[in-house]
């Protein structure tokens, strides 16, 4: 079953700030130090935000790397937030590693994947949402990508997770659930850390750190691997998923007919 995966800029974090006087900040790998005339919002807001999902290996190399990039007197509670949440998700990682490690070592990933690329509001989310119907393709939802590393196990709790999202995308107000396709670049994000071309939608003010990654020309070969093996461990996760899935539906029709049929 091939992969639908779409990636653009939508999104709705808020975190990090820091840039030289024009908006833009240097290219050089280090964080800006001049302020830039922004008006901090939603400081006290923990929804949507992308890194949720982040695990604690993760975070602490982002704030290796870029921890002087962050405003810690602003949104000191959103770095109190992303701290907690990677040791929650470490932790609940290694049940799924236990629990599917083998399955997802052994899965085979489709030879022929369907990748979707477009700028922002250009329809990649709708032309994803359209492919998500067809039963051929497999694709991330938003549960799977805001928590790769745990959502196998998660998945029968995802109820208590839906305060995490509001019921609407912030950016066009359409409908979102645990349920929606989603980005599969989020996910490399939490996993990451650091390396992902989405990362200027938490990284506002020192977005030009991250240009190389669109492209990767330029960028360093670990980073490169980083971002690599984390999509293809996700993509062979999420495919997992979908068996498990569907094997789980196959037991429950199987059920059902000798109940009807004993």
Same mark, same amino acid.
């Given at each position: 079953m091939p992969s639908a995966t779409a990636g653009n800029g939508g999104g709705s974090g808020r975190v990090l700030v820091f840039a030289d006087s024009s908006g833009a900040a240097s290219s050089t790998g280090r964080c800006s130090t001049?302020?830039?005339? $922004?008006?901090?919002?939603? /400081?006290?807001?923990?929804?949507?935000?992308?890194?949720?999902?982040?695990?604690?290996?993760?975070? $602490?190399?982002?704030?290796? /790397?870029?921890?002087?990039?962050i405003d810690w007197a602003r949104f000191w509670q959103r770095a109190l937030f992303l701290s907690l949440m990677s040791a929650i998700n470490s932790l609940l990682g290694l049940v799924d590693s236990q629990l599917y490690g083998r399955k997802i070592r052994e899965q085979e990933l489709h030879p022929e994947p369907v990748i979707i690329l477009g700028h922002p509001r250009t329809g990649t989310t709708h032309i994803h949402n359209l492919l998500a119907l067809d039963p051929r393709f497999a694709y991330a939802r938003t549960l799977h990508a805001g928590f790769p590393a745990a959502f196998l196990w998660m998945e029968r709790f995802k109820w208590a997770l839906s305060g995490f999202i509001d019921p609407t995308r912030p950016m066009d107000a359409m409908p979102l659930t645990l349920d929606t396709p989603a980005e599969d670049e989020i996910a490399v994000s939490a996993l990451t850390g650091t390396v992902s071309a989405y990362m200027p939608l938490v990284f506002m003010r020192d977005r030009r750190l991250f240009d190389r990654f669109y492209t990767f020309e330029g960028a360093a070969e670990r980073d490169f691997a980083a971002w690599r093996d984390a999509l293809l461990w996700f993509l062979k996760v999420n495919a997992a998923a979908e068996s498990l899935s569907a094997a789980a539906l196959l037991r429950r029709v199987e059920k059902r007919s000798r109940q009807l049929h004993g």
């Open positions: 001049a302020t830039f005339p $922004l008006q901090p919002k939603h /400081r006290w807001s923990f929804k949507n935000h992308f890194l949720t999902g982040i695990t604690l290996p993760a975070w $602490l190399h982002l704030l290796r /790397r870029y921890g002087s990039c």
